[in-house]
């Protein structure tokens, strides 16, 4: 992460907030060598991009790959990682179809 130095390494800190925000601040604080608490008020993680379940459906409540495939393909490819390991292949074609107005078989 640009801005933390090497002689931080090892040291806590703690991230106010599960959001999208702490939560990628965390990930990129842990990944420079820092041992990182997050704190949220709420039940679960993620914030804004928080998720609702009723009667067996799934609502996304903020931001998701479906809305912001840059975002979320750039956050995984520093940590050496595709989406398609978290949201499965199918989902990441089909977003990257409708996001880019490109079809795919």
């Known amino acids: 992460m640009a801005g933390v130095s090497n002689a931080a390494a090892g040291e806590s800190v703690v991230v106010v907030g599960g959001g999208v925000g702490g939560l990628s ?41 479906y809305l912001m495939p840059d975002v979320f393909e750039r956050f995984f490819g520093h940590f050496d990682r595709e989406p398609g390991d978290y949201y499965g292949s199918s989902s990441t074609r089909t977003a990257r179809a409708c996001a880019t107005g490109s079809t795919w078989t």
């Open 25 to 65: 601040a965390a990930c990129h604080l842990a990944d420079a060598g820092l041992d990182v608490t997050v704190v949220e008020k709420n039940e679960q993680l993620g914030g804004r991009a928080s998720r609702l379940s009723r009667d067996g459906f799934r609502f996304d409540m903020g931001p998701s790959w």
